[in-house]
């Protein structure tokens, strides 16, 4: 064979292989799904940085499974000592102030994603594949999800090849700048030999009831109520990236006006007898309309 | 140039807080430009910290260095992405280490590199900064000045709770997991108060 026969035909393997890469990338919506099998059903041990209203913070993650759902446990390594731990469906938040404890709810079964709930992301964002990058030593895909409207936040997610684990973030205002962004900095990954339950069959969950929440951005449905005291209801949203809290609770004492935790904003009013309540992975303003828009049935 | 006596002795009242104002401002900016006048000022600290047997930490000048080179190395592309462009605000608060985690834009490439690849950062310099900071939102280095810290919010057992449970119902939605607590774990920033408007109208102004 000549040379430049040689040549041609190694220029011929190297297109063939680019063109099996490509075949091979997966897409956009399936590595969503692998993302939120992987958060779900592997276990993890790593520390990341997280940046958010001009603070640094490292905060160390643990996830195990056990038989009973699983054990997250979250610790500041930076500023005061704070620590967040889940286990067999009971929150506690132990910080220098105090202690918090809450219900995890009945959904802490290691569960399997809702293919229809990821495969529902398409109407609220368009998906890109911005590239390849590298995070904590892992090969990561860039994928950015831009939403349709003006209502929630710009993502751009790192996802770790291979399980699709999330390695890093950023989230951004619509036009806007970043308001949150979190990275390993190290990062073990296992798989727990938990097989989860099926989500998809489990039954939907049960429309309010004596309220309804009119205005929620377009995408948004009705996705748990977790347990909550008597009296209150605790409605969960999510349009597959986003989700949001609505809190419907007997009047007195509860949050009035505005609060922020990175991304995530809070609006409380008092409406009647009642109180509500609304905590979303939302811009402010989209938080303050969907409060806005909880009302009495009739 | 860092060996000139009356450099030296500059520098030397500069640490002790002794030169005139102008000339500070002169100086800092010289420090800024030059490398060897901000490895002299570096060493200056450090006899003076060892003299005082002060613990310090430097910083580690061939990091810096390196990523200051990858920075210069990086070509402005023309149509630079908004995520490129905006994810520095942020990271600048965040010094440099964080700059170097965050301000990453995907590699399109996918050929191995033999040497060991810095985080690539956006192609900005701290002149290009100070053009494009707002007043009070970004500040050049050589001013020697730093945003104050953000005052932890202070706790609020109501609020903490509506937050945590959300957390927790959250951890089972497809971007769940450990990600819903991460914000309630971090330390919380005291917001400035946010007013209280008509919501309806906040919302229909988010509409496009």
Redesign the interface.
């Known amino acids: 064979m000549t040379a430049g026969a040689l040549r041609r035909a190694g220029a011929l393997l190297a297109l063939l292989a680019s063109a099996a ?1 490509l075949a091979q990338e997966p897409q956009p919506a399936e590595l ?1 799904e692998r ?2 099998r ?3 059903s592997l276990e ?1 041990e790593g520390v ?10 490292a ?1 160390q ?1 643990t ?1 195990t499974q056990s038989p009973y759902g ?1 054990v ?1 446990r ?3 390594l930076s ?2 000592r ?3 731990v ?1 286990e067999r469906g009971e ?1 506690r ?1 132990l ?4 202690t ?1 404890t ?4 009945e ?1 802490f079964a290691l ?1 399997a ?1 809702d293919p229809a ?2 495969g529902r ?1 398409q109407e609220s964002y368009r998906f890109t594949i ?5 995070i904590a030593g892992y090969d ?1 895909t ?1 994928i ?1 999800a831009t939403p349709v ?3 929630r936040y710009a993502y ?1 997610l ?1 996802l770790e090849r291979a399980s699709g684990m ?1 390695l ?3 989230l ?1 205002e ?1 036009g ?3 308001v ?4 390993f ?1 190290s990062l073990r990954l296992r798989e727990s030999g938990l097989v989860p339950l099926d ?1 998809a069959a489990a039954p939907a969950p049960a429309a309010p009831i004596g309220w309804q929440v009119a ?1 929620l951005p377009p995408g948004f449905r009705l ?2 109520r ?1 347990a909550a005291p008597e009296g209150s209801q ?1 409605l ?1 949203f ?1 349009d ?4 949001v ?1 609505v ?1 419907i609770e007997p009047r007195g ?12 904003h ?4 008092a409406l009647d007898d009642a109180h509500v ?1 609304v ?3 939302l ?4 938080v ?6 909880v009302r009495r049935d009739g | 140039m860092s060996n000139e006596p009356s450099l030296r002795e500059q520098l030397s009242a500069l640490a002790d807080g002794e030169l005139a104002p102008d000339q500070a401002r002169f100086l800092l900016r010289r420090i800024d430009a030059e490398p060897a006048l901000a490895a002299e000022w570096q060493r200056l600290h450090l006899a003076r910290a060892c003299l005082r047997r002060e613990r310090i930490a430097l910083p580690d000048v061939g990091f810096a260095d390196a990523v200051a080179a990858r920075i210069r190395a990086e070509a402005a592309p023309a149509a630079l992405g908004g995520w490129r462009r905006t994810a520095l605000g942020g990271a600048i608060a965040a010094g440099m280490a964080a700059l170097a985690l965050f301000a990453v834009a995907p590699r399109t490439d996918v050929a191995p590199t033999a040497a060991p690849v810095l985080a690539e950062v956006a192609p900005l310099d701290t002149r290009d900064l100070a053009l494009r900071a707002a007043p009070g939102e970004l500040q050049r280095a050589s001013d020697r000045t730093w945003s104050p810290l953000p005052v932890a919010a202070p706790f609020d057992l109501r609020v903490e709770s509506y937050f945590l449970r959300h957390g927790g119902a959250a951890t089972a939605a497809p971007r769940g997991g450990f990600v819903p607590y991460v914000n309630v774990v971090a330390t919380p920033a005291a917001a400035p108060p946010i007013p209280l408007r008509d919501p309806q109208s906040q919302g229909e102004a988010a509409r496009r």
């Open positions: 890469c969503l993302m939120s992987s958060l779900q993890y990341f940085v997280y940046v958010h209203e001009g603070r640094v913070d905060v993650v996830r699983p997250d979250l610790v500041t500023g005061d704070r620590e967040v889940r929150l938040c910080t220098p102030g105090g918090v809450a219900s995890a709810g959904r569960l994603p709930a990821v992301l911005a590239g390849r990058d590298r990561a860039v950015d409207d003006a209502l751009r790192w999330l890093a973030s950023m951004r619509p806007g700048g970043p949150e962004q979190l990275a900095t989500e205005d996705i748990a977790p605790h969960l999510s597959g990236l986003a989700s809290s809190y004492g509860g949050l009035l006006g505005a609060a922020r935790r990175g991304a995530t809070a609006y409380g009013r309540v905590v979303g992975d811009p402010a303003a989209t303050a309309r969907i409060a806005a828009s």
